[in-house]
């Protein structure tokens, strides 16, 4: 690890260490400290980060999109440019293997491009116009025109499972960075030294792109998550993490003088149900490609499938004895840390604790290597609602529920919580006859899928990583996908303005050539 | 009064009085009770109003959005058709005049009329597909497409001064009806009459559409908010009323096991900017017009402006002396209820006692009239962020601040919490000098004007009712005009599923003829 580490908190571009608790990021396969130390940040520099983000926020929300843009492309740039030695770093840090440390930080740089051609694009400014009726009776109308301006500085949780994808210039950041919001990011605990050198990153391309100061800042430690969510700067929250974390944020924040909006994306268990003629045309298929989903890095994924439903047959006992066979072949690994593997452990033991859920194939995980497992729950307990089925057991594991026959498989799913995913798997005919299947998965998640798998999540225009509560706080919202960008924005009207005084997207000569909504007719023109 | 009135509260179409609390109208002028009784809701008559509504939502959500369209028109047809009994009854009930009854009420058949242009437009469906790249390395893309769903049954609270345009049938009610959101109205208690003839207009529209029963229910009485808001079934809630009552809400909601999003539009003081010139050219017609607006409706909007800012000179002296000559040419008159004229009566007292506020005009309200009154306070309140005189004093009464300077009046503006509205008053050319001013305004407030007054609120495609706390409980919401209805929307993702099962918004041959976002970028060509 030749990268030097500073672990000073990151008060826009400068460093700063005040406090006197230092923390120490861990080798994940070792346990053994990795050099630091890392300073765990004061009251007073959560403050700082938080009001220079506030005094940035006029300057950055009214750039151009297109210089905006020149920032995310650039941060791009950097994320690219971090060498080998930093990928060694994540990699210790996270026990992930290099490839796919080398694939998500392509994904990383790739959605700051993606973010950036959002704003080049302009739709995220939503622009309406309603021209003035000085002829209307009996009152006249005035001019009105709309378009969207970011929210204020935005506090970032990153996840501990995606060390760049979801976490310091993750989604959220992004997300947040495109609509003009000012970020303080809590580095994560796991990936201290990662979250530095991506911190860095971010500094070195908002110096080349001009940035004012403030853009980005970065804070460490256990506990000065609260005094984020709390600070009256911070104007809304994204987080991914634990049901039990994202919810005592919500509760923060909700409990402010002046309430924000977090968006949390937290506990899911993706319902996967594999129909009838799917189970007899090619089970055993299914049931490698389901294996390989539930294992796919250490099952550590929001998506991880961890409920299969099917009616109960021949077929799907044999799909079960397939399923539990290819789970038995996957080796026990490393988790992302010490935390996760103990929550994992912990979930497991909850689930074998219930009455009515047997194991099927596995053990229990020792020497901190997770053994994939399969358990089965009888229906009841899905019919009745019971917490501990629904629960999320983050990790390489997933539980089979066979039930009697169609009816009670769409009262087994009419009873399942929020979810980010639910998936059909089934052959040409049977799905053709699951329209009310289709919509009653629609209405508990944030994506269907059709004879795929939830574990990966494409970053696109399309894509919905959200899905109502406990998947996530607010179903309203994606943090996948350009539509993150929606989370950061609020609409602003403005009443019979001076052009030269409208924003440029609502100017009448249309300087950045949006599409607009002009008395309910989309059109690129410029008005006269 | 000829229209019989039952006074039992709505489930779907059913009536029901289960409870043994009744309650009473009364005459707002006179304090007699009007022909009643209604019936308060039970607990159970709550909860069999809220689970019809879930047991409805996923037929009512999937109907073609021309079908819900054909509901909101007829909403307003029977709305239209309302007799002259029916405004006499709603002039009883709220004291306001019969012009400003039919005004509101096409107002409130409008507002049906343009959500239902909304649902055939169709770019509330906000349709995206990104298809297949199946020859994609490493990992081929599936096929994504996005588009929008009703997030579930939907609780109203209307508002008391607007007993059409913001209640039983107001805008939040068509935001979520167009949404395909059931509605669940707990019906104003000063207006019980006039939401029990909306309610059966509401019924008549869904008997003659041929709409599912359930889409609209309404229950009456005190504390049956909060089973409505807490009850599992609603997923969103809208209000319109106090900071009080809405924060009490918002509060509940957080609450749930599963919290629900709150869209309250509660408090605004809507401070209006006079700029020196402008003071110079026009002072005396800027008084006029502000007395003006002030009083109207006897100062009962949310709009009202409560704050009026200018710069310390011999002309701003006279404006102060000229606004205070028109309020008190203004005559007092009878506020919306009881309640209403006791809280004007309690925030002028609060006003009063606060040092640094004076009276310039006015007195103290008698006989149930509001008098309208004019306050001033020292500059420095603004500054130090005083509570007092950021509260809301609903009512023809308005507050006078003296800046000694632009720089003060910057500091002062930007000291004020979240706003509805913010309006610059001045001439072309000290405007054109203002860039700084319109910038801090849109992030203070939902609407910023120029040369008008914030009373007078566009039911339209560009408007924002809304604004940062305490405006609102969520900045990213209106409650007027057609952006009002992506408050109960949620995106949903579908992965791979065969054109015969998407939703029609995102079939190949986009029978809906929408303009969708397909690679990036707008077209309303169908897909090969």
Redesign the interface.
Known sequence: MTHPFYGHNHIGKSRSALGTVTLHSVDARTGEPLPGPFFQATREEVDAACRLAQAV??TFS?LAPAVRAGFLDTIADELDALGDDFIATVGRETALPEARLR?ERARTSGQMRLFA?VLR?G?FLAA???RALPQRS??P??D???CR?G??PVGVFGASNFPLAFSTAGGDTAAALAAGCPVVVKAHSGHMATAEAVAEAIHRAAERTGMPDGVFSMVYGGGVGEWLVQHPAI?AVGFTGSLRGGRAL??LA??RP????VFAEMSSINPVVVLPGALQARGAQVAQELAASVTLGVGQFCTNPGLVLGVRSPEFSAFVAALCQRMAEATPQTMLNRGTFGSYCHGVQALLAVPGITRLCGADSTGGLAAPQVFQAEARLLLQGDAHLQEEVFGPATVVVEVADRAELLQALAAL??QLTATLIGE?DE??A??DL???L??K????????YPT?V?V?????H?G???AT????G?SVGT?AID?F??????????D??LPPALQNANPLGL?R?V??V?TREALA
């Open positions: 926020f006029p009214t694939g051609t694009r739709d309406r116009i309603d009996p009152l109308r005035p009105l025109r709309q301006l929210v204020g104007q919500c509760d909700a409990a002046d309430p924000i909006p919580r929020g040409p799905l053709a699951c329209a289709v919509a009653l629609a209405r998640a944030g994506r269907v899928l059709v004879n795929g990966g494409e696109c225009d399309a894509m919905v959200g109502p509560y406990p706080s607010d179903a309203r994606t539509l989370r924005l609020r609409p602003v009207c403005y009443q019979n303005l001076p030269a005084l599409a909504l008395e309910g989309s």
